[in-house]
C-alpha cells in the first residue's frame, strides 16, 4: 500500500466524520447486541447465562481487538489497520445476521468485536492527526457525539422492530453492517496520517528512537497513562454495563417491552447531542476541567436514580438522561481528548489501544455475572455501579488536575526520543528532554 503523503491533505471534517465514524460503529455493536439478544433469547433458546456469556464474549473482543488494532496502527499506519478492521465488522454482522444457534451466534459476535474494538484506537489517532491545533479538540469530541448517535440510532431501529422476535434481531445487525461497508468503502479514498507518516520516517533516521511501549511505564507518559487506565476502566465498567444490560433491565426488571425500552434513548437523544456539543465547544479550552468536576457529579449520580426510586420507564429515563449530560463532559470523551494528547504518534494508539483493553476485559468478566446480580438485588447493583463510577471519576481528576500535556505542541518542537538507539547517542545529548 502506498505511504507516500498526499499533495493536498483532505479536509480536515471530512477525515474526522469518516474516521469518527468508529465511534458510532462501536456504539451501534454494543447497543443493537444488548436488544438483538433479548429479541433472540426465545428462537435460539438463549438462558440468561447464555446471554451474559455473549454479552461477556462481545466486550472481551473489543478489549482484544483494541489491545491489538492499536500497536498494528502505530507500527503500520492507520490506514491499512481501519480498512481492514472495518472489513471484519462487516464480515461479524454477517454472521450473527445468519445464526440459527448459540455457537454461530457467539463466533459472529467474537469477529463483530475484534473488529470493532480494534478500530477504535487508530480511527481516533487518525482524527487527531488529521487535525489542526484549532479545531482537534472539537473533532475529538465530535466522534464522541457521534457515539451517542450510534447508540440511539440502534435504539430508533429497536423501536420499529422490536415486536419482530428474532427478525429485529437481525434487522439490527444489518444496520451495523450496511454502516460499516458505507464506512469501508469512504475510508479506501482516505490518504495515510501526515502525522504517521512523518514519524515513520524519523524512526527510519539515525538518529530515531524505537517506538517501544515500555515507554508508556515510564517517564514523562506514566502518569497519564496509568490516570487514563484507573479513570477509563471504572466509569466504563458502569456505562457498559447499564448499556449493555438497559434491554435486559427495562425487560425483567422494569417488565417494559422491547419497543418501549428502546424508545428511552430516542427520548434523551436531544439531551446526549446538546451536551456533546457543548462539550466540543469546551474540549480544547482550560474549562474543561470544571466541566469535568459537573460532570462526574451528574454521571455517578445518574446510576442511584432507579434504586432510590424504582426501576420504571420514568426513572430509567431519567438516569439515562443525567448520565447522559455527566458522560458528556466526564467520561469518553475527556478520555479520548487526554489520550490523544498525553502520547507521541507511534504510541498514541497503543496507549488508547491498551486503555480501551483494559476496560473492556473489566467490562467483560463483570458481564458474565451480572444477569446473576440483577435476579438477586438490582438496587444493590446500580448502587455499586455509582460507587465504582465516582472511584473510576476521582482518579482522572487527580491524574490530569493541573496537566495541560500536549505532544501536538512537543513534537514540533523537536524529534521524539523514546529508546535511543547506539547509533543515536550522540545526536541525543544534543536534543532537548520532553517537557511536561
Known amino acids: 500500500m502506498n505511504h507516500r503523503a498526499p499533495a493536498q491533505p483532505p479536509h480536515a471534517w471530512r477525515t474526522g466524520v469518516v474516521a469518527g465514524m468508529a465511534s458510532y460503529v462501536d456504539a451501534a455493536a454494543i ?15 438463549l438462558t440468561g447465562g447464555r446471554i451474559g456469556a455473549l454479552s461477556g464474549a462481545l466486550t472481551a473482543a ?15 499506519g492507520r490506514r491499512r489497520v481501519f480498512a481492514a478492521t472495518m472489513a471484519m465488522v462487516v464480515a461479524g454482522c454477517a454472521l450473527t445476521v445468519l445464526s440459527t444457534g448459540f455457537a454461530p451466534l457467539l463466533l459472529g459476535v467474537l469477529v463483530l468485536g475484534l473488529g470493532s474494538g480494534a478500530d477504535l484506537p487508530v480511527a481516533l489517532a487518525m482524527v487527531a492527526e488529521s487535525a489542526t491545533d484549532r479545531n482537534r479538540a472539537a473533532l475529538i469530541g465530535f466522534s464522541n457525539v457521534l457515539w451517542g448517535v450510534g447508540a440511539a440510532a440502534a ?17 439490527l445487525y444489518g444496520h451495523v453492517g450496511a454502516v460499516a461497508l458505507v464506512l469501508l468503502l469512504a475510508r479506501l479514498r482516505l490518504p495515510e496520517s501526515p502525522a504517521w507518516l512523518a514519524a515513520r520516517r524519523e524512526r527510519a533516521s539515525p538518529r530515531s528512537a524505537g517506538a517501544s511501549a515500555r515507554a508508556l511505564f515510564a517517564g514523562p507518559y506514566l502518569r497519564p497513562f496509568a490516570a487514563l487506565l484507573g479513570f477509563y ?29 428502546a424508545r428511552l434513548s430516542l427520548l434523551v ?35 442511584l436514580i432507579p434504586p432510590l426510586f424504582g426501576f420504571s420507564l420514568a426513572t430509567l429515563a431519567l438516569s439515562m438522561a443525567v ?23 507511534l504510541l498514541r494508539a497503543t496507549a488508547q489501544g491498551a486503555v480501551i483493553a483494559t476496560a473492556r476485559y473489566l467490562a467483560a468478566a463483570f458481564a458474565l455475572v451480572t444477569p446473576a446480580l440483577l435476579r438477586f438485588d438490582p438496587a444493590l447493583l446500580y448502587g455499586g455501579l455509582a460507587a465504582v463510577s465516582a472511584a473510576g471519576l476521582a482518579i482522572g481528576w487527580f491524574g490530569f488536575r493541573g ?26 545529548a544534543r536534543v532537548s528532554p520532553l517537557g511536561s
Not at 473489543?62 to 503500520?76: E, K, V
Not at 415486536?163 to 429485529?168: A, L, N, S
Not at 439531551?271 to 474540549?283: D, Q, S, Y
Not at 500535556?405 to 541525543?428: H, Y
Open 403 to 428: 496537566a495541560r500535556r500536549d505532544e501536538f505542541t512537543t513534537v514540533l518542537l523537536r524529534p521524539v526520543q523514546l529508546r535511543p538507539t547506539r547509533a543515536a547517542a550522540e545526536s541525543q
Open 155 to 171: 435504539s430508533t431501529v429497536a423501536t420499529v422492530v422490536g415486536g419482530w422476535g428474532r427478525t429485529g434481531g437481525q434487522v
Open 269 to 303: 437523544l436531544p439531551v446526549t447531542v446538546a451536551a456533546g456539543l457543548w462539550f466540543m465547544r469546551i474540549a480544547g479550552t482550560p474549562r474543561r476541567l470544571r466541566y469535568f468536576a459537573f460532570g462526574a457529579a451528574c454521571l455517578a449520580g445518574g446510576y
Open 31 to 45: 447497543v443493537s447486541t444488548g436488544i438483538a439478544l433479548v429479541l433472540y433469547q426465545e428462537p435460539l433458546h
Open 323 to 345: 448520565n447522559a449530560v455527566g458522560g458528556a463532559f466526564a467520561f469518553e470523551g475527556i478520555m479520548k481528548t487526554w489520550a490523544q494528547e498525553s502520547f507521541p504518534t
Open 233 to 261: 476502566a471504572l466509569t466504563n465498567l458502569a456505562a457498559n454495563t447499564s448499556g449493555q444490560f438497559g434491554a435486559y433491565v427495562a425487560a425483567n426488571v422494569a417488565h417494559l417491552p422491547v419497543d418501549v425500552s
Open 62 to 76: 473489543i478489549a482484544t481487538g483494541a489491545l491489538l488494532g492499536g500497536r498494528l496502527g502505530d507500527r503500520f
